[in-house]
């Protein structure tokens, strides 16, 4: 069982900046993939980014491509998403979550992990809010 605790949503004008962080904890992440994913009001929920543990190789959706940024912190079990540039369609609940790949973590690239279904564990979510 992995834990995950977001932190860092908040209010931020059109082109301001903001740091999520995702705090994990319970399992080690060698064979784990974490991800960002959001979801805005009336939306279904979509991919935003996500890094792999071990290599930190990274993948993002075409939306914020540019703009955010996400890695890992080993040291801390935790993953950051530093957003930049922020629109008002970044509105969103911001949701981490965990990809166990287990034996085919070696095999997998990152860029194949963008859909909710394939991902194990998820934090409860944080609140970003973009005005203009």
């Known amino acids: 069982q992995v834990q995950l605790v977001e932190s860092g949503g908040g209010l931020v004008q059109a082109g301001g900046s903001l740091r999520l962080s995702c705090a994990a904890s319970?399992?080690?992440?060698?064979?784990?993939?974490l991800g960002w994913f959001r979801q805005a009001p009336g939306k279904e929920r979509e991919f935003v980014a996500a890094v792999k543990w071990v290599s930190g190789s990274t993948y993002y959706a075409d939306s914020v491509k540019g703009r955010f940024t996400i890695w890992r912190e080993n040291a801390t079990n935790t993953v950051h998403l530093q957003m930049n540039g922020l629109e008002q369609d970044d509105t969103a609940v911001y949701y981490c979550?965990?990809?166990?790949?287990?034996?085919?973590?070696?095999?997998?690239?990152?860029?194949?992990?963008?859909?909710?279904?394939?991902?194990?564990?998820w934090g409860q979510g944080t609140r970003v809010t973009v005005s203009s």
């Open positions: 319970g399992r080690r992440l060698n064979r784990y993939i």
């Open positions: 979550a965990a990809d166990n790949l287990g034996t085919a973590y070696f095999g997998t690239e990152v860029r194949g992990r963008i859909h909710e279904d394939t991902y194990d564990y």
